[in-house]
């Protein structure tokens, strides 16, 4: 940690104080002794097997990083706090500030957090009318899975976006492009990325099977005798999306299509109950947010899709109602959508 007690005031460990002072932890009001080094920045440390319910422990990056953020929010006048306890909710943020009228912790992320620890801790700072920001650290550089994309998203300046540390160059990183179509890092050639689609569904049905991919397959050629490779062109998910499920966004909208063929043509659903729907076909692949609404994201993939079922003449929507209005066609070739495609793009 960096701030302990001495004298009766919280002093910054630095290597321009007394080393042999007398310090105390803020929170458990243990000793706790000054460690500095040629390798190592200034910070205060408990005693060899003391117990503290409020300090873990910390690695150099998060020292560094969080000493960092710190100068870094002071220069910009943004009047932080370093380790501040709050009783009331028993955590203790790496920084706290006020901006206006609003408190924000900051908590820089340099270990594994379980999705669950992390709610846990942003339920505490709801209870104090608190807004977190997660930083990032280098662990995190990687490249990320869909859960943690998902776990760390958070709404910068009306967008989703992770947010990093880097601690070689004491510089804030903003990352928005996380966005993608399924099987595809490709953004904007839609042709491309369908036969992307094409060329993955089939491979995964038949030389790399999982259990999610058997389990559509097998509902799909037993309702349709098709393939996967040969699903409807609506199915195919052509204009990115932000990550929101454990599994590519195609095979649920494939489940989609699936599941309203158990209905009668023009079967009508009220507007909840369509979102109702959708969110079931999807249950055990959405995956949850740890810092924002758990509707924020996969309520856009929702809204996508059914514009894309509306403009594909499978859906209509009327006085507040989704009504059936036709079947997709499941197609005999893959080569056949294409075609299709490459005719909207030329038109």
């Keep these: 940690m960096l701030i302990a007690m001495g ?8 290597e321009d104080i007394q080393a ?64 501040v306890y709050l009783p009331q909710i028993e955590q203790r943020p790496d920084i706290l500030l006020k901006r206006k009228s609003q ?19 942003n339920t505490g700072y709801q209870q ?21 994309i998902v776990q760390f998203t958070q709404i910068y300046k009306g967008r989703p976006a992770l947010l990093f540390w880097n601690t070689k160059t004491a510089r804030l990183i903003i990352k928005h492009d996380y966005w993608r179509c ?21 491979n995964k049905q038949y030389h790399q099977p999982s259990n999610e991919v058997n389990e559509i397959a097998i509902a799909a050629f037993k309702l349709t005798g098709r393939t996967l490779a040969q699903c409807p062109l609506v199915c195919h998910d052509l204009v990115v999306s932000w990550p929101t499920m454990a599994k590519p966004i195609i095979l649920w909208r494939i489940g989609v299509i699936l599941k309203l063929m158990e209905f009668p043509l023009f079967f009508s659903w009220h507007s909840n109950e369509w979102k109702k729907l959708l969110i079931i076909t999807g249950r055990r ?33 009327s006085n507040d109602h989704f009504i059936l209005c036709r079947r997709p066609c499941w197609v005999n070739s893959p080569k056949e959508k294409l075609k299709i495609q490459q005719g909207k793009r030329s038109a």
């Design 285 to 317: 692949d959405w995956l949850c947010p740890g810092c924002i609404n758990v509707d924020m994201l996969r309520m856009r993939v929702i809204q996508q899709y059914t514009n894309d079922l509306i403009d594909a003449g499978v859906i209509c929507y």
């Design 103 to 121: 408190r924000i912790a900051i908590e820089f992320q340099c270990s594994p957090l379980s999705l669950e620890r992390m709610l846990e801790r």
């Design 20 to 83: 042999k002072g007398n310090y105390r932890c803020p929170g458990c009001q243990q000793p706790v002794l000054l460690r500095h080094g040629k390798h190592r920045i200034p910070h205060f440390a408990h005693k060899k097997h003391a117990l503290c319910g409020f300090s873990e422990g910390e690695t150099l990056e998060h020292l560094q990083g969080k000493k960092q953020i710190y100068q870094w929010l002071k220069i910009n006048k943004w009047c932080p706090q370093l380790e």
């Design 128 to 148: 104090a009318g608190i807004t977190v920001w997660w930083i990032l650290g280098a662990p995190y550089f990687r490249r990320l899975g869909n859960q943690k």
């Design 182 to 202: 399924s099987y595809s890092n490709l953004k904007f050639n839609q042709t491309l990325i369908m036969k992307k689609q094409i060329s993955m569904l089939a």
């Design 7 to 14: 004298n009766k005031h919280l002093v910054v460990a630095s």
